[in-house]
């Protein structure tokens, strides 16, 4: 008898998986679903095929709380290959490798401390940015002319790891939606070099880091101010209309509230509440 793939059971589950290298994360989070036989799952970030480390993974119900979540700043680890040039900056596409002049250690990480503030940049070609709906990387896979707009990335923070040329390695924690690979970019240009990326490990998205794909509490996780509600939780258990003078805090804005077997979001706005989640069961 053929072994079921997967349950049909509800599961509530929210995880941070390690994404290898030279897999794309839709491939990977398939992958995951076999492995917990459950096919109601999503990620949160993702990372291009050549990139891995950290992959926020949730299913069930849980799967509908990403926007909700402390997922930021995301921390990566990066090594520069100094002398390479590839059309994706990263080593999917290598075009040329030439012997490039050393640099002074000094300097290196004096620029690598610079980076820290706000740069205004070009996405590269190849990354998942859609134009006119359609996935960049597609396009350039495509030979199709990619014209990028620009975008914006805050960097909080930058260390300096190692010089072994041609090899710089750094991490630098970044904003969402920020590209290691164009950070890399401004950084060469900096040093007066050319290179690209020969690695990239996400080490963390916020308060999410991997810890052998431990089961998390998404209370834990949830980026909302706890309000608390003053009437009857039946009310809720029956998706029932709720007025704004049941709750201690009544400003507008989106809240996070606990009951003993579940928790449901809502949105103050005005006079009106809304469910934005509604019943989200807790694990046992």
Known sequence: ???KLYDNKQLNKLIVVNKPIFRSSNSYLNEIKR????????????????ACGCLIVAFG?????FQFLKKTPKTYKAVVWL???SESLDIENIIGIKDEKRVDKELIKKEIANLIGTH???PPKYSAKKIDGKRAYE?????KDVEMKKSIMNISNTKFISYRHPFITFEASVSEGSYIRSLAQILLQRLEREGTLSFLNRLNEGEFKFEDEKDLNPID???LKENIYFGDKSYFENGKKIQKKYFKYQDNGKYLIKFDTFFSIIQIENDEVKYLLNKVLLND
């Not at 492995?35 to 050549?50: I, V």
């Not at 396009?139 to 030979?143: F, L, P, Q, S």
């Open 1 to 3: 008898m053929q072994k």
């Open 221 to 223: 996780y949830i980026d």
């Open 35 to 50: 492995k917990y036989r459950n096919k109601k799952a999503g990620f949160s970030g993702t990372l291009d095929p050549f």
């Open 120 to 122: 205004e940049y070009y």
């Open 61 to 65: 119900q849980y799967s509908k709380l």
């Open 139 to 143: 396009m350039a896979r495509e030979g």
């Open 83 to 85: 002398g390479a040039t």
